[in-house]
């Protein structure tokens, strides 16, 4: 089992830059392959980047392509989301899930990965 915890939430305005983090507990943080999802208040969930558990491969939505970067430091247990170039259409409650796997998989769907973070608030201004 692993638990998740989110941090790197705020306040920023259109144009500027975020970079979330989850770190992860427990001592086999390398068996998962995690992902980042985001809920706007009246919406469905849905998915952000995710980031296989050897890390080699990577997975966007086209929303956030090109300005969001997932990476992860087995290492310090820990998955980042590094947000550029933000919209007030990234604000949300941005979540960190994971799932065991090995390899190359990644996973975008939420039904796909079994441990949830509690969230972090990203607002956007414009």
């Known amino acids: 089992q692993v638990q998740l915890v989110e941090s790197g939430g705020g306040l920023v305005q259109a144009g500027g830059s975020l970079r979330l983090s989850c770190a992860a507990s427990?001592?086999?943080?390398?068996?998962?392959?995690m992902g980042w999802f985001r809920q706007a208040p009246g919406k469905e969930r849905e998915f952000v980047a995710a980031?296989?558990?050897?890390?080699?491969?990577?997975y966007y939505a086209d929303s956030v392509k090109g300005r969001f970067t997932i990476s992860r430091d087995n290492a310090k247990n820990t998955v980042y989301l590094q947000m550029i170039s933000l919209k007030s259409e990234d604000t949300a409650v941005y979540y960190c899930?994971?799932?065991?796997?090995?390899?190359?998989?990644?996973?975008?769907?939420?039904?796909?990965?079994?441990?949830w973070g509690q969230g972090t608030q990203v607002t956007v201004s414009s």
């Open positions: 980031i296989s558990q050897i890390g080699g491969s990577t």
């Open positions: 899930a994971a799932v065991i796997s090995f390899g190359y998989n990644i996973y975008a769907q939420t039904n796909s990965y079994k441990y």
């Open positions: 427990g001592r086999t943080f390398g068996n998962y392959a």
